[in-house]
């Protein structure tokens, strides 16, 4: 299994602020990605986090908005830029493991914004 | 494009009695399939999956699911439903079935399981 730690949990933020979500792994991954949850919604991929090169959008979503780093092999960011209200969601990340043919995912980030 | 269809956002069922939730997908390759389950506030927790080995897939806490190409189902039951079992349950099916991204997933609505005394 793996080990995914999220930061932070939550957090209620005003718009028009951008927030910044950390992701770490207990262990070397090559594959990362970045979801979204909206209230009583399904998860959605944002983004494929790609280490070494820019991340890889989803239809409909933007570097602008959700600009996400991978700096190495265990750790990602994904901030959500000038939020509004419509931005109020779980944005979870997740790692790939091939070994174990399965992805596995964090605890998730529950955003609010007012 | 992949996609996911779950059959009823929300499933009620008595302590006890069988668990059955479906999930029907299209894909244009042989599909890698997964059921998650969420627990209020927490995050996803894999239940079982299927990666074109055996078409009938055991997971944990007793549930299993068939993967059954003709009718592109892949339903999961349990024969005898927990109050522990009370949850969201997400079928997601990989984004590629040649094994090159197990985390690339598309969810389906998800399902809502409720277990009455």
Redesign the interface.
Known sequence: SAV?SQKPSRDICQRGTSLTIQCQVDSQVT???WYRQQPG?????IA?ANQGSEATYESGFVIDKFPISRPNLTFSTLTVSNMSPEDSSIY?C?????VS????????T?LTVV | AQSVTQLGSHVSVSEGALVLLRCNYSSSVPP?L?W?VQYP??????LL?Y?SAATLVKGINGFEAEFKKSETSFHLTKPSAHMSDAAEY?CAVSDQGG?T??????????TILTVHP
Request: charged letters at 15%; a positive charge.
């Open positions: 995914i594959m990362m990605f919604q399904s998860l959605t991929l494929t979870l997740s790692v790939e493991r091939r043919t399965e992805a596995f995912f964090g605890q998730g529950r | 890698y997964f998650y506030n927490q995050g996803l927790q894999l999956k990666t997400f094994g991204s197990y985390g690339k997933l598309t969810f389906g609505q998800g």
